[in-house]
């Protein structure tokens, strides 16, 4: 009788999950067409020289030259160090930058307008802000180089000298990058009882310990996440430096996706461009590791 | 059942019928702005200048058979189209391409093989630089449309404000005027240039330096394209020509030509068709602002140019009334010119490359900006149609931009390009 039912409740689950699977059809689909597919297609490609204009299956097989090429390319490696140098400044800045200011407006008055005026480049297209910060940028009547005239400065030449034009594009970045990230921290802040700052100040704590002793710790789990997403975005970077950085010396302000784009649809070379890509995918992928496990040992589990 | 089959073979029929009466589609790709392929209109809409659609509907009505669809896709995705239609299977018939991206095309099996007649024709009637534009390893592969090439633009006013009455002739000349056609802000930096070089993007760098390596007396690459001689003398020589000007101070990596309009560049090296941006910036002081001169040479006259060539995708199913339409309109003869003359030296406002064009089309042709375009035609040195010319291109410009920031010495630059450019020489010619 026992086995009967264990063996009818098996079967029922089994129907269960026949059907669990095809409520999961759906985005599995979906995952392997717009993802998986993809990223093997890519990498079939990057073992052929390949330019597009003749079937695939005519191309030539070229095993794994192009990733051998790429990273003993002087232009692949000075490209690879751009991006890394704009997604660790970028990042770090904008979370530091939009932390303090979201702490500051969170208490202060008007907070809702507060926000408004830093999300708002959000929702403005990275062309766009790249075409209007190179207005502001330029050499001779652009604003910044006015207001450094003003003071007795000798102006910079900000998007064309090799050694200022990225840390210019960065800084674009992180204008650009703040009210989002400001948006979520303060959204991580409303979840912070104020039980904790009200116990904290009875005890003497002033605002400076509040904030590295409750603020910052109960914020871990977001700072995670904006780390996270912050460099997988970062290490993708192409529409600010396309747009802004034509003027500059390459070297100085090539990121890894202008190259693939370059490469892909400039010089035809399909392969090529795809082992950049999935070089690129490997890189963020190790990247992302590395920031749960650093995160995991300072004793946040958020996405495990 | 036997009723419902002959009412099956009546509707098959009809459907063979129907698809052979149907009319032969021609997809025509251009990469022209709205204007030029609608037409140039007035305030109540009226044509006043033909675009690439009124002639088309003009040979729609000549020949009602067939219906041609025009695609206008912008410039910079031009190439990222012909790519992307041939891996998806839905191909233009006609294209209109420029001529550094044939090689790669005609490798590849893209190119349709000119008839016969049209190859006489075009090598009877068109100028040499087009011609060779056209030109891929011996073999002609679409009618020339549009050359391009450079010429020294230069400000009367700063000019004469600076006491030069005549532009420069020669590179030495050019050299020893631009710094005192510049002015400086008080802390040094450039207030108004006395040179500028066009930068922005690969042709812009690449065809003024290459007008001065010809004028040289040098060449990029051997003639079997098997290596490169950016590190001739002649090369180094033209690159330092160009550093001269930054040396002295007349010019700096920041310079713009789009600040020529506004008063703050004195010469500059520019292509025909700047000249409506210079007509709307200038207004009524056009003519008397506005001076065209061959650029300046080193060791005789000679310039850089380009050529746009329309040709017929190989795996076309129209290949025929393709070629038919473009005979109508690049050779035909339609009053003394031909319709894509027309269109080009009317609304495109570039230099149509037939001769009878450039003859009919004096009007057009002769005033003061073009004029000076059309007679370098004979000194126009063709950018050389190499496997990968795009690649090549990019290469060289990136090295010449190094030089230009002082980065790397003229020498430097050219022979680390010449390392990367005969990497890929080796791989398509060796």
Same mark, same amino acid.
């Given at each position: 009788m026992a086995c009967k039912l264990f063996s009818s409740k098996r079967k029922s689950l089994e129907r269960n999950t026949g059907a669990g699977y095809l409520f999961l059809a759906p985005a599995l689909l979906f995952y392997s067409l717009f993802f998986i597919y993809p990223v093997i297609f890519s990498f079939i490609v990057s073992t052929k020289r390949w330019n597009m204009l003749v079937p695939l299956s005519r191309a030539r097989n070229v095993g794994f030259s192009e990733y051998s090429y790429l990273l003993k390319d002087e232009m692949f490696l000075g490209v690879l160090t751009n991006t890394l140098i704009y997604a660790l400044l970028t990042v770090s800045l904008t979370i530091t930058i939009a932390l303090i200011l979201a702490v500051l407006i969170n208490g202060a008055k008007l907070s809702v307008l507060w926000r408004f005026i830093y999300f708002a480049p959000v929702v403005t297209p990275q062309v766009a802000i790249g075409t209007i910060w190179g207005y502001l940028y330029r050499p001779n009547n652009g604003l910044l180089n006015s207001i450094l005239r003003l003071f007795g400065m000798k102006p910079v030449y900000w998007l064309t000298d090799p050694n200022v034009a990225l840390f210019s594009i960065i800084a674009t970045a992180v204008w650009a990058g703040i009210g989002g990230s400001m948006l979520i921290i303060t959204a991580g802040l409303k979840n912070i009882p104020q039980d904790y700052y009200d116990a904290a100040k009875i005890d003497g704590a002033g605002p400076f310990r509040q904030f590295f002793y409750i603020t910052v710790p109960l914020l871990s789990p977001t700072l995670l996440f904006l780390t996270a997403t912050g460099f997988i975005g970062a290490w993708q970077v192409f529409d600010l430096p396309f747009t802004m950085g034509r003027n500059a010396p390459a070297r100085s302000v090539m990121t890894v996706s202008w190259y693939v784009y370059e490469t892909a649809f400039q010089s035809l070379r399909m392969g090529r461009a795809s082992a950049g890509a999935f070089l690129l995918f490997c890189i963020i992928f190790i990247f992302t590791l590395l920031i749960l496990w650093i995160f995991k040992r300072g004793g946040i589990k958020g996405y495990e | 059942m036997r009723k419902s089959l002959v009412l099956l073979l009546v509707a098959v029929l009809s459907l063979v019928g129907i698809s052979g009466l149907a009319k032969t589609k021609l997809i025509f790709a251009v990469h022209w702005s709205d204007y030029q392929v609608e037409g140039v209109k007035d305030e109540k809409e009226n044509i006043t200048v033909k675009g690439l659609r009124q002639y088309v509907e003009e040979y729609q009505k000549s020949n009602p058979d067939v219906e041609i669809e025009i695609q206008s896709v912008p410039f910079d995705d031009y190439l990222k189209r012909i790519l992307i239609s041939h891996t998806s299977g839905v191909i233009a018939d006609v294209y209109v391409l420029y001529s550094l991206w044939g090689v790669q095309l005609v490798d590849s099996g893209i190119l349709d093989q000119v008839p016969k007649d049209i190859v006489d024709k !075009?090598?009877?009637?068109?100028?040499?630089?087009?011609?060779?534009?056209?030109?891929?390893?011996?073999?002609?592969? *679409?009618?020339?449309?549009?050359?391009? $090439?450079?010429?020294? !633009?230069?400000?009367?006013?700063?000019?004469?404000?600076?006491?030069?009455?005549?532009?420069?002739?020669?590179?030495?000349?050019?050299?020893?005027?631009?710094?005192?056609? %510049?002015?400086?802000?008080?802390?040094?930096? !450039?207030?108004?240039? *006395?040179?500028? +070089?066009?930068?922005?993007?690969?042709?812009?760098?690449?065809?003024?330096? =290459?007008?001065?390596?010809?004028?040289?007396?040098?060449?990029?690459?051997?003639?079997?394209? %098997?290596?490169?001689?950016?590190?001739?003398?002649?090369?180094?020589?033209?690159?330092?020509?160009?550093?001269?000007? +930054?040396?002295? *101070?007349?010019?700096?990596?920041?310079?713009?030509?789009? $600040?020529?309009?506004?008063?703050?560049?004195?010469?500059?090296?520019?292509?025909?068709?700047?000249?409506?941006? =210079?007509?709307?910036? +200038?207004?009524?002081?056009?003519?008397? %602002?506005?001076?065209?001169?061959?650029?300046?040479?080193?060791? #005789?006259?000679?310039?850089? *140019?380009?050529?746009?060539? !329309?040709?017929?995708?190989?795996?076309?199913?129209? #290949?025929?009334?393709?070629?038919?339409?473009?005979?109508?309109m690049t050779l035909q003869d339609a009053g003394g010119f031909t319709r894509m003359g027309e269109l080009m030296a009317k609304n495109i406002g570039a230099i149509p490359p037939n001769k009878t064009d450039i003859n009919y089309f004096k009007g057009e042709l002769d005033d003061l900006y073009t004029s000076v375009f059309v007679k370098e035609l004979e000194n126009t040195y063709q950018e050389p149609n190499v496997a990968q010319g795009q690649e090549i291109k990019t290469i060289l410009m990136r090295e010449i931009i190094e030089a230009w920031n002082g980065r790397k010495t003229a020498e430097k630059a050219l022979s680390d390009a010449k390392v990367q450019i005969d990497k890929i020489l080796a791989e398509f010619y060796k």
């Open positions: - | !075009i090598k009877s009637n068109f100028v040499r630089a087009a011609v060779d534009g056209a030109t891929i390893d011996k073999a002609i592969w *679409g009618v020339p449309v549009e050359v391009d $090439n450079y010429a020294l !633009i230069y400000n009367k006013k700063l000019l004469q404000e600076a006491g030069f009455n005549q532009p420069p002739k020669t590179w030495d000349e050019l050299v020893a005027m631009a710094p005192k056609l %510049t002015k400086k802000n008080p802390d040094g930096t !450039i207030a108004q240039y *006395g040179f500028a +070089f066009l930068s922005g993007w690969d042709s812009a760098v690449v065809h003024p330096y =290459l007008a001065l390596l010809h004028s040289n007396g040098g060449k990029m690459f051997t003639d079997d394209f %098997t290596e490169c001689l950016l590190t001739s003398k002649e090369a180094v020589e033209a690159l330092e020509a160009e550093l001269k000007l +930054f040396k002295n *101070g007349a010019t700096d990596p920041a310079a713009s030509v789009w $600040n020529f309009p506004a008063g703050k560049v004195a010469m500059m090296i520019m292509a025909p068709w700047y000249e409506t941006s =210079l007509k709307l910036g +200038f207004k009524d002081q056009y003519e008397e %602002t506005v001076g065209v001169a061959p650029i300046p040479y080193l060791k #005789k006259p000679a310039t850089a *140019g380009y050529t746009w060539f !329309i040709a017929v995708d190989a795996a076309s199913k129209n #290949k025929k009334a393709a070629w038919d339409f473009i005979r109508w």
